[in-house]
Structure formats: structure tokens, C-alpha cells
């Protein structure tokens, strides 16, 4: 249809990836250009159609906009599967990943699972899909600032009681830079609504969506997103494992 | 405040211009964006006194004669108009903020909030525009109108309480009117700490929902509506004011 | 002696307005010789930001000649003696004078589609564009105001010395009350550019690559809280670098044109 | 009333003109011939301006008839047809209007290039040959606000000049000046009229307007009370009017122009 | 060289002042006493004001000593010290005195209530008295933008009076005012020194200065050059100097001012 059309007449792909840190998507201060996982299956996806990559960098607040403008063709953004979602845009069915949101906090802060968030107030991204269940479930007060780097420096500077963020990069960050964070960690065993991380097309693009699944699922069976999350160190490799065996035996 | 009716009625009747409403017959989506349009108003209504006295303060200050009280608030006043208050908000809220948690052990200690901190980064960037505008007045006032006072045993602070200050502040009362013109626009950078004005409440809801065009319409009226009130206030006051034979 | 007792401040006013300007990149180089890690990340990323900066000198430049071009236009519109002509634009300026900047650039950046067709080719609309007209909207109400006060500040005898010499009206407005607007304008249109350069930081939160949009990708990449709080300091610098010269010259020009026996 | 030949110049008959309410202008004649200097004088609010105006087509009388050099400048229709007609006829205000933001060159030069297309290196030969009339050569490149208020008179004269007008309408052109400029400009005007050209001033400077007048005329509350040669106008006196006039201003100012323009004679 | 006597209200003693290099007073010696009017007329510059700036410890001299009604006023130290002085003496300008956001009402009581501490009404009732003074009752609720320039220098001088003070000083109070005005302020001084008020006046009205004045001064260049009453500094000349400058005010302005003074009297 238009999308695979256009993107075969252009001879490129335009993505829509977000910099929302490591290890998903970064810049690299010598290169200056983007990295991380999605940019890997972004690279991966168009290598497979053929044509060269572009990538757009977006934010949460802009995502979807930008999708259904027309101005990227697909978003690999940290875009977890939701109906309200599914209503709006069609989406690639084999999901490239599987995460939710988990939340950074103080040690000494007491809180031990998502429900004692209620009525305080949560820093997230805005446009982030945490935002409603944090209310509508949870009950929490939920701030929505710029991105994430201002999401945790106001966890630090003492705005709300957590952050609530993807947690693969929660994760890597506090691994990575423990004199920062060495009074925080993950507060909660489990995940917000933990889904299905999906490619995103725009509404009505089902044979896109159909072409990119077909490379998404090879990229699983040939251990190829395997190989890229463990190359961007995502934390939890549990859920591609798993898929990589059941796609391989289905086939 | 919305009666369910009207609201459906109201979504029908702009959906058929080609608008998108309907959130406003949804749950939490609606609460915000309401909430957004007092959160702005309320926002101004602190915040016009707060700049007022600021910069009158600021005004008194600078117009001292005194090094040690002029020169800190001349830095503060440049500083503030040359950068944009975008950045001073997230700078003041993202780290003086933290350094205030760490003066007062720890964050819990922290009384200021998101809204603390637009109130003071707008309010003090304004009253520096406010205090350029009645320092410009003060000097404006002839110096022989001074030198009588003083002849008639004035004092310092008598002299500015009741021959500088009420001849400045209606020299520049157009001015401050577009100051605080100034002041309602500038309100909207509150978004960017998650206070939830109009902008704010609008982005929560149109990232969810694509309906920008329609929030947009709302805004603009919104903004426009004010500033008219704050115009015509403006005016009022200065008719109000106005001295046969003085000034404009 | 009130003369005497202004004159003092004055001088050491001038010098403290120079120590002023270098103190915020003093903080910078002193902060990144402190902590030397800290200054090698800096000075990795100073390439990134000031590509970033370069963004916001070519949105408000851009922005101003836009605004200028048209705001310019307007303002002699707004003077024009046919209603049809006048009403549409006194509305645009009193409606875009008022609305904040910020919700013109979402405004822009979410309204206007992503390219344009002309003549069948697609040309991209790149988002800093989007931005450059949501400033110049606001820039183009301001200028047109400035310009209709300045050509009304004219006085008649212009007109009528022009009109005498055989002068038509459209001839005595561009050679005689246009320049001479212009250098009663110069210092509000600096205020103005000041204002709209100032705006540009807006951008950030719409995604434009900007100064602020790259120290929060810098921060996002170097994940370090000390070198985030520096990140808005070199921001804050680098506005000030530029903003305040600008500010510095319209004070000098107002007073010259105040003081000044022509004009 | 008038004096009518074939040679005139300028026309004025029955003009009647009012703004809004206030009739100004209530039956004017007035005949100007080639190379002749008409002076008009009256008292504040006669119509002196207002006449000028309608000459140069900077109003539009409300009835009678307007010729200068042919052209019928009561029917002018259209604006480019008034502007024709301005490049013809020169005129100088009190207020000596000259172009802030230009040089004294410049401001001369102006008109000449932008509306009679003239080349700039035409127009500057001309400017400063015009400025060594009015004696102003050495101050081509000043501003006007470097300018006393008699040499900036005097650059609008030359200023108007510049267009070769068949006819320069001065008015008042030295009221809004200090005693001692005055007599400069006067001293300009008087080569002027003497080299030939034909001119219309109205002026307060009965002295001066006795001296280098071939007709005066006393207008009073839009109508002309008297008309003659300076002789009949200054020394008969049949007018008690003009005779209380010329008495008065002669007792007050007067006495220190006079003195201004016989320095420069 | 003063006439020293014990009934001295002012006394100056070889007031010596600069403003940075320029010598402005060079030794100035001068006695008023209670009841008496002292002229004080010289040049432009010749530091006449800054004589009345002195007394009123507006300006501190350099050496020298000023009693004031037994104050030292060369020595008040400080700012309270000197607003006590200026409670006792009056000062009203050439110009832009009043306070022209309040009302002639307001200005006049502003000082009383807030410096004195008076009672509004009891302040107001002695302005209404003043007021009828000055011959402006009837514009008590009038801005200063509406009253003219003489009428404004009237409620100037009602509101210097209305702090009861020993002494007045006038600079120049009728300078800047049209000749029809000046008249009416003239004649409000002249009342208030017949009634008894001890007054230091710098003025150029030399008829008015020879009617009113106990004693005449002559400032040149920072010094007393002369003094004496008023028929021997206006009639005898002993100093050409004061002969030139007397001499060249009369026949300027002087003629003018003169029959509006005798208008009133
Ligand atoms: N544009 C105008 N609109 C209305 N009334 C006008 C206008 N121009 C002139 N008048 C009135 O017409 C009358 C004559 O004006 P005019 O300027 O011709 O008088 P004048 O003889 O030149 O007086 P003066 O010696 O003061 O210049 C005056 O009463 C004036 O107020
Ligand atoms: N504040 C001041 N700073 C510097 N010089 C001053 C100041 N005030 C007055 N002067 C100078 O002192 C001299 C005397 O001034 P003063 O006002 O006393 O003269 P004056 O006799 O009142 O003159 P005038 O008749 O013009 O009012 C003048 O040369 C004046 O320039
Ligand atoms: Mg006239
Ligand atoms: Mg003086």
C-alpha cells in the first residue's frame, strides 16, 4: 500500500526513534550519531527492505503526531501495544520487545508496590503511556515533565517519590553511574503494565505492517534481536529468548 | 461546572465543524484540562501582585544610589532579560531546587514546588521588566518637582512615597500593562515542569488523542480573552490615574 | 548635585557590567578544571551544542527577516484608510500579539503538515521551519505595531512637505516616512529580536534539534547530574553571550535617539 | 477686480472653499503674471495658507475656477494628475520640513531623481549649483539638524527649486525663525525674485513685501479687502483695516525685522 | 560690612562652596533680620540660587558659617537634623513645583499632615485660609495641569507658608512665567512682606525688587559686590557694573514687567 510504496519509491525508510537513553536509543558523544537497540532494528529493517535508513528523532509528546502526518513511516519509539492506541494506528503484530514501566525511587522511601503510589506524585515523561494506569489505577499524581533526564532530576531534587520510566533503562543507569544514584534503586518487583514494545504504522498500512513483521519474526529466529539487545546491554533478555524458541519451533 | 448534557451537546455540535472534544466526556482527561484553565488563572492572579511588589522592590532598589543594593539586582535584571525564561525555570526547578533539598536535609524537607517555582522565575522576570519601567519613571520625574519636596523637609523615603512613586508608577503604568500582557503569555512555560496550566493539560490530552487543532482554537482564545481583561483593566486604571495636565 | 550623585554608580556600573558578562563562562571553566571528567565531557559535546545553537541563530534570524517582511507590510495596512483592508489585519495583530509563543510553536508545529506539494514534488517542511513561522507570527504583530507607531510619530509636515514637492503617497512613504521610521524603530525592533532569539529555546519542546533540545540529549547520553546541571548553565551562557550585546546596543542606540538633536 | 492679461501665470476666480462648517475661503480673484511677485498679507486665519493650498492643488476648492500655466487645477481628477501639477509649482511651509534622515545634498537631490527620473550626477550639478544660490555650498553634507533654522529655510527653498517650478508659492517662510535668520532667507528670496522668478508669499514682513512686491494683496476673513502696488497698499491707506494692520505689526516686530533686512540689502 | 544686630533671623559668614572645580560662592557675608525683605539681584551664575540652597541646608558649603535663627546649619550632620531646618524655612522655585498628581487642596496639606503630623482638617482649614490669600479659594480641587503658570506659583507659595516658617526664600519665582502672570504672583509677595514675613528673594523684577526690598545685594561671580537699600543700589550707581545690568534689564523686559506690577498694586 502507500507507505511500502512510497518507502520502495524513495528508496528510503524513515523512522521514528527515540533518545530516551541507553540502551534503547541514545546519541554517541563521538559520532554524534543515534545508537542503541532501536536504532539496530530500525538499521536491520531497512537493510532487509532494501533502501537506505533516515531516521527522526521524536519525543512522546510528538510520536504519533509525526506518524500520522506522514512525516516517519514507522515508529520503533518505546511504543508498548494499548487499545486506546490500537484504535488510532495498525501496528506490526510480533512485537521486537517486551517491557514496562518500573519505578526509580529512594531506598528509605518506604513504598513497596505500585498501589502505595496513591495520591503521590510520580515524574514521568509526557505523552508516556504510564501516565493513565498511574492515575486511573494507581490513584498517583502524575507529573509529566519534558523528558527524561528532567523526569529524574526532579526525582533528585525531591518533586515526586519516583520515576517512572521504562525499566531497561532505569536499569542500565543505575548500574552504570552508582555514586549518583547509590541513595535510589527499583523500588517495585513487578512492572507497570508490562506489553508488548511494537513497531507502529499509521491506521489502514496493513500490508507495511505485514512486510515488516516478516523481517521482525526472521530477526528473532536468526537470534539477530537477541544479538543486538545483548550488544546494547538491555537488562532483561528473558522475553526475546523465549520468543526466539517459540517462533523457531513454529516454524 | 459542566452539566453532562451540554458537554455531549456541545462535543455533537463542534464535531460537525470538523473538532475533536470528545474528551470531555471522558474521565481523567477532562478533569485535567479544567483543571488546566484554573491552574493558569490562578497562576496569574498570584502572579501579577508577586511581580508588582517584585519590582517595585527591584525599583526602590535600583534607584538607591547604593552600590550594594543596585548592583545585585542589576545582574539579576540582566540575567533575566537575556535569557530565556524557559531555561531559568528548568534550571531553578531542576537544580536550585535540589540544592535547596540539600540545604534543608533532604527532599522531604523541600516545601517548594513546581508551582513555587514558576511563580517565582516568571514573577521575578517580570518585576525585573517592571522595575526598568518604574526606574525609567522615577528619573523621569523633573528634578526641580524633587528638589522642592526636599525644600519643603521631606525626607528621602517621603519623597518617594509620595512625589517619585505615584509620578513614575503613572508614567509607566502602560508599561507594566504589557508586562503583564508579557506575564499571562509567559505562564504557559510551566509546562515544562509539569505544572499543570492550560498548555500543559492540553499536551496531556492531545498526545493521547490528535485533537490539536481543536485545543489549539481554545488556547488562543483563552490567551486573547485574558490580555483583553488585562488591557482594558490596564486602561482603566490608568484613566483612573490620569492627572489633568501630567503626562500622556 | 543630584547630577554628582548619579555619576558615581555609573562608572563602577560599567565595570560590573563587564565582570558580568564573562561570570557565567568563568563558572563553566572553573567548574570544568575542578572536576576534569566533567570538562572532558563538556568539551565532547560542545560540537553537538553549538550545532544546536546555530539552530536557534538561524530560527530567529530567519523568524526576524520573516517577521519583519511582514509585520512591515502590516503595519502600513493597519494605517490604510479601507476598512476591507484594515479590520483582518488590526485582528491578526491584536489576536497573535497576545498569544503566547509557546502555543504558537505547537500550534505551527502540529497544524502544518510534516511537506508540501508543489507542482507534484514533495519539498520537506522540517520542523525548525514550522518554528521559524511560529515566531515570526507573533514577531510579524509586533513589527507592525512598531512600524504604525512609528510612521504616526511622523510629524504631518513629512506628508505635506512630500505631498509639495510632488511626491505621490505611496512614493513619500518609501522615500521619506519609511527610513525615517526606521531609525525610530531600530531599538524596539532589537527588543524584539531579543524576545523571538529567546522564544527559540521553545523549540525544545516540540523536538527541534535547538541548544536546549541538545544539552537534554547530551544529559539523556551522559547520564551524569553535574553534567546536567552545567549543560543549562552552558545554555544560559550562550543566550546571555548572544542576547546581551544585542540588549547593551538598543540601550546605547534609545539613548542616542533620546538624547540626539536630529530626529 | 483683476489685472487680466495673457500673460498670466496664475488664476484664481470666484473660489469659494470650506472645511466641514467654517468657510474659509468665500470669493477669492487673484491674477499672477510671469515673472511678477505677489505678496500676501492679512491677519492670522484669513486664508493666506489655505489660497497657496489651492494653487498647488493640496486642497480642492468647493466652487471657481483654478488656472496655472493651462492646466484647469480645479478639475483635476485624479491624484497622479495633482502630482503633475506639483512638479510645476514649488512651495515652501513655515515649518521648513526638510527630510531629517537625509544630508542637505540628498534632501535636494531627492525629488529630482526619484520623480522627474532626473540622473544623480544631473541632479547633484544642479543641487549644488543651487546651494551656492542660496549660500549654502559648504554645508552639502550636513544634516538638517546641524542646520540654524534660516539655513535649513533656505535649503528648502533650494529644495524646491531643484524641480524647476514655472512658480514657487512661499509661505510664511520666515515666522517660525529667530530675528537674526531672518534676514538670510529674505536676502534668498529677494535674488531669487530679482533673477525673474515668478513667486507668491505670503509673508508678515511688510518691509520686505513693500520692497520686492509687484502687487500686494489684504485678504481678510476669506475674501481680498484690497489689492494694489506696495506704494497704494503700504502709503495710501484708504483701508482703515489695512492701515491698523500694518500699523500694528510695523510697532511690535516689525522694527527688528526691518533692521534684519536692511543689513542684507 | 553686614549690619550686625541681634535681631538676625539668617547670618552668613564668608560662605565659601564648590561643585567639583567650579567655585561657585567665594565668600559670601549676609545678615537678614526678622521682618525684613533682602533682593537678591546679579547675573546668571552668579550663584544666587545656590545663596537660598545654602540657608535651606540643600547644599553644604565648603567653609564658612550659616546661622539660621540660632542653628548651625553649616553643621547639621544629619538628614533629620537638616529636614528640621527645612520645616522652619520655606523654599519655592522658578519651576515645576508642585506635585502635579494631587490637588491645590492636597499639595498644600501634603506637607503639614505628613512632615508636622497636623490633623488633615485643621491642615485643610489653614489652606483654605492661605488659599484665600493667594486669591485661589475657588480652585482648591484643581490639578496643577489646569491652573496657569502664575496661578501655580501662587499655590506654591501657599504651600511654603502653610508649614508656618520664620523665613521664605523665592528664586526666581516669576522667570518662568508669562508677563501677564507675573503680576498677579508679584502682588501676592508684595502682600505677604507688608504683613510682616521675613523673605530672601532672588529676582530679576527690578521695580519690584526696589519697592519691596529693606536691602538690596549685588552678587557678581560668587562675591557680594554691593549692597545697600534699594535707592542706593537702583539710583545712585556707584558701581558701573550694577549701573550696565540694571540699566540693560530695564530696557529689555523690565518696561513690560513693571506695569503689570503697578497693575496689582
Ligand atoms: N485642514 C483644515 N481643516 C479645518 N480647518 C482648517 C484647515 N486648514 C485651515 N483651516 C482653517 O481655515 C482658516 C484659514 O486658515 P489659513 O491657514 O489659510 O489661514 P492663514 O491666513 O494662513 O493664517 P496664519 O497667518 O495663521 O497662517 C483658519 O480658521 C483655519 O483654522
Ligand atoms: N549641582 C551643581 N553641580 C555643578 N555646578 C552647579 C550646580 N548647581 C549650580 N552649579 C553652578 O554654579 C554656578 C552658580 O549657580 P546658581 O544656580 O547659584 O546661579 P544663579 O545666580 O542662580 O543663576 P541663574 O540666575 O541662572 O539662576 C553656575 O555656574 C552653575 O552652573
Ligand atoms: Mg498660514
Ligand atoms: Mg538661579
Known sequence: DATLDRIKARGTLTVGVILSGAPFGYIDPTSQTQKGYNLDIAKALADDLGV???????????????????????????????????????????????????????????????????????????????????????????????????????????????????????????????????????????????????????????????????????????????????????????????????????? | MWDSGITSLFVDLTNRLGLNYEFLATGYEAQIWRDGFMTTLYLIALLIPVSLIAGLLFAACLTSGRLWHSAPVRAFVEITRNTPTLVQLMFSFLVLNTFVSNLVGGAQNNPLTPFFWVVAVVGLHIAALHAEAIRAGIEAVPASTVEAARGIGFSKLQILRYVEIPLAFRASLPAIVNNLINLVKLTTVGNAIAVSEITYASIMVWTQRDNVVSLMIVILLFFSIINLVVARVGLWVERKLAVPGYGL | MTTVALSEP??????????????????????????????????????????????????????????????????????????????????????????????????????????????????????????????????????????????????????????????????ALRWIILPQCLRRSLPPWMNILASITMGTSLASLVGVHELLHAATDASTAVRRLDFTIIAYIVVMAAFFTLCYPIARLTRRLEQRFNAGPRI | MNTKSDDAIVRLEDIHLSFGQTEVLRGIDLTVNRGNAVSIIGPSGSGKSTILRCINALVTPQRGRITVGGTRVDQLATESERIALRKRVGIVFQQYNLFPHLTVLDNIVLAPTRILGVARGEAEKLARELLEKVRLSEKAGAYPGQLSGGQQQRVAIARALAMKPELVLFDEVTSALDPETVGEVLGVIRDLIRDGMTSILVTHEMRFAEEISDTVVFTENGRIVDHGSPAEIFHTFDNPRIRQFVGGLAGGRGTVRTEAVQELS
Open chain 1, 52 to 251: 537506505k535508513l533516515e531516521t527522526v528523532a521524536v519525543t512522546p509528546p510528538n510520536r504519533v503526531q509525526f506518524l500520522q502526518q506522514g512525516k516517519v513511516d514507522i515508529l520503533i519509539a518505546n511504543m508498548q501495544y494499548t487499545e486506546d492506541r490500537a484504535k488510532v494506528l495498525d501496528w506490526v503484530p510480533t512485537p521486537y520487545d517486551r517491557s514496562g514501566g518500573a519505578a526509580v525511587g529512594r531506598k528509605d522511601s518506604g513504598l513497596k508496590d505500585w498501589a502505595d503510589l496513591k495520591g503521590k506524585p510520580v515524574c514521568v515523561s509526557q505523552g508516556s503511556n504510564y501516565t493513565q494506569p498511574l492515575i486511573e489505577k494507581y490513584g498517583a499524581e502524575v507529573k509529566g515533565l519534558p523528558s527524561q533526564p528532567e523526569s529524574l532530576l526532579a526525582l533528585q531534587g525531591g518533586n515526586c517519590v519516583v520515576a517512572v520510566h521504562v525499566g531497561a533503562t532505569l536499569g542500565l543507569l543505575l548500574q552504570d553511574r552508582p555514586e549518583d544514584w547509590k541513595d535510589y534503586a527499583i523500588l517495585f518487583p513487578t512492572e507497570l503494565i508490562p506489553s508488548d514494545s511494537v513497531i507502529w504504522v499509521r491506521k489502514g498500512e496493513k500490508e507495511t505492517a505485514e512486510a515488516l513483521d516478516k523481517t521482525i519474526r526472521q530477526l528473532h529466529t536468526s537470534g539477530k534481536l537477541l544479538e543486538f539487545a545483548k550488544a546494547n546491554r538491555l537488562s532483561n533478555t528473558e522475553y526475546l529468548e523465549q520468543e526466539r524458541k517459540t517462533l523457531s519451533a513454529s516454524k
Open chain 3, 10 to 171: 555609573r562608572k563602577s556600573g560599567h565595570l560590573l557590567r563587564n565582570i558580568g558578562f564573562a561570570a557565567l563562562p568563568a563558572v563553566i571553566l572553573l567548574w570544568s578544571l575542578a572536576d576534569l571528567t566533567l570538562g572532558r565531557e563538556l568539551v565532547e559535546w560542545l560540537p553537538y551544542l553549538a550545532s544546536g545553537f546555530l539552530m536557534n541563530v538561524v530560527i530567529s534570524l530567519s523568524a526576524m527577516t520573516l517577521g519583519t517582511v511582514v509585520g512591515t507590510i502590516f503595519g502600513i495596512l493597519q494605517l490604510v484608510p479601507y476598512r476591507p483592508a484594515r479590520y483582518p489585519v488590526v485582528a491578526y495583530v491584536q489576536a497573535f500579539r497576545n498569544a503566547p509563543h509557546l502555543v504558537l510553536i505547537f500550534a505551527t508545529t502540529y497544524i502544518f503538515p510534516f511537506e508540501i506539494v508543489v507542482f507534484g514534488n514533495y519539498l520537506p517542511f522540517p520542523d525548525w521551519l514550522k518554528t521559524v513561522i511560529g515566531l515570526a507570527i507573533p514577531a510579524s504583530a509586533y513589527v507592525a505595531e512598531i512600524t504604525r507607531g512609528a510612521i504616526l510619530s511622523i510629524p504631518t509636515t513629512q506628508w505635506e512637505a512630500a505631498k509639495g514637492l510632488g511626491f505621490s503617497r505611496s512614493q
